[in-house]
């Protein structure tokens, strides 16, 4: 057996139970309040970090990963449409959700990495806000085209006060305010229980990941295949510019695993608004129950060595 | 007791529409209704209930027959097509027609 971090076999369990059709559901209040504490507890762990090492915000850093959210999602696009011979907007939808991130799986490496004893750059959580929006206006606009008739407004309203990234930088701005000492009373909570909780939240992903396994015998091998291909390439491309940036080994994990990561929660809320004809399930299905999986059971352990290999 | 007639209008939708359309309901005059979670299956197969994300919900109004056709009328055309909704119509009575 492979040695896998116990949390993971929650997500094993999830899908095997929902695959069962067992009589097992969690409530919806459940899963958001286990996200709603995952989400608390990242932000709060990187913001009590950077209030212990105060050494800033790199620019440069920061803007590097900003461009890679925007860049992300055209060869996804070009994939997609072109070899996959997609609808424009289903190529748009799936480029979006590949080129975002999704916090449950930078949650499950953070965990791994701890477990290891690995350290990684405590603005982790910075990236991820970098990175969530930027592909989601992209696939957009390569579904609409840049004259489209789309309400910016409204959809950068939705995007930015989105409950992933008001929570994670209200965690952060907490943990920042409050350092190592002030957050000790909440520790038990959102960081002892941390393991716990996301045990929970992936016995829910894994339930959630069952239900789209009808979809996905629908749209068969090429969502499976795109599914695995993208977040190996990007993982590559992540792998690499965190290795430019000079980022720690942990670092260069964690950046590669987020590009190999697709949004599950961003990106489909908004496209199902904004670009209402991209069948919602196609990008959904690809992102929770083949890329999710992959990323959690064989993707970070191969990230990491990635990592190494890059830093050796 | 006096009854007064007026119209049920009850939409069922995806939840990720909740907040546009409550929107579009005010701006069409709608001064009162009702929202709950809901699952059930149709056309576009079981919808659950347990992951707001993929959920339903069911939209209750009950208002003036004029006005509950015209909102009709308006999902219709601004929804329909790319989403899952599905509503319908009944003639209700109510005991206080100033609130409806």
Not at chain 1, 56 to 62: D, H
Not at chain 1, 169 to 177: F, M, P
Request: glycine letters at 10%; charged letters at 15%.
């Amino acid at each position: 057996m492979p040695q896998l971090d116990p949390v993971i076999w929650f997500f094993v369990l999830g899908v095997l139970a929902g695959a069962a059709r067992a009589d097992l559901r969690l409530p919806a209040a459940i899963y958001e309040f286990v996200s709603t504490v995952l989400l608390l507890a990242i932000g709060l762990k990187g913001g009590v970090e950077l209030a212990r090492d105060s050494g800033g915000l790199p620019v440069a850093e920061l803007g590097g990963i900003l461009l890679l959210g925007f860049l992300l999602p055209l060869p996804a696009f070009a994939l997609a449409r072109f070899i996959g011979r997609l609808p424009r907007a289903d190529a748009a939808s799936l480029a979006a959700h590949y080129g975002s991130v999704s916090v449950g799986t930078f949650a499950v490496v953070m965990g791994y990495l701890a477990t290891r004893g690995i350290a990684f750059e405590s603005r982790a959580p910075v990236w991820v806000v970098m990175l969530e929006v930027p592909a989601i206006l992209v696939g957009i606009v390569l579904a609409r085209g840049l004259s489209g008739n789309i309400a910016w407004s409204h959809l950068l309203r939705e995007l930015f006060l989105g409950r992933s990234i008001v929570l994670l930088l209200g965690g952060l701005a907490i943990g920042w305010v409050a350092g190592p000492e002030g957050t000790a009373s909440i520790q038990p909570l959102f960081f002892d229980l941390f393991k716990g909780i996301l045990a929970l939240f992936l016995l829910e992903m894994g339930l959630i990941a069952a239900a789209q396994l009808p979809t996905l015998r629908r749209h068969g091998l090429f969502i499976v295949g795109f599914g695995v291909a993208v977040p190996l390439a990007f993982a590559l491309v992540g792998a690499g510019l965190g290795d430019l940036l000079g980022l720690s080994l942990g670092g260069v994990t964690v950046l590669a695993t987020l590009a190999a990561s697709a949004s599950y929660i961003a990106a489909p809320a908004a496209f199902r608004t904004a670009v209402p004809e991209a069948n919602p399930a196609l990008s959904l299905t690809a992102a929770l129950a083949v890329t999710f999986p992959f990323n959690i059971l064989v993707g970070i352990p191969l990230y990491e060595r990635l990592a190494a290999a890059l830093a050796g | 007791m006096e009854q007064f007639p007026r119209r049920l209008l009850t939409v069922v939708t995806e939840a990720v529409l909740e907040r546009d359309l409550v929107t579009e309901l005010e701006s069409l005059g709608v001064r009162g209704y009702t929202i709950t979670e809901a699952r059930g299956k149709g056309s576009r197969g079981r919808r659950q209930s347990d992951w707001a994300q993929e959920g339903n919900i069911r939209i209750e109004i009950v208002c003036e027959p004029a006005l509950a056709d015209r909102v009709a009328a308006r999902l219709r055309e601004r929804y329909y097509d790319h989403y899952a909704m599905i509503l319908f119509l009944q003639d209700v009575s109510v005991l206080r027609p100033d609130k409806f």
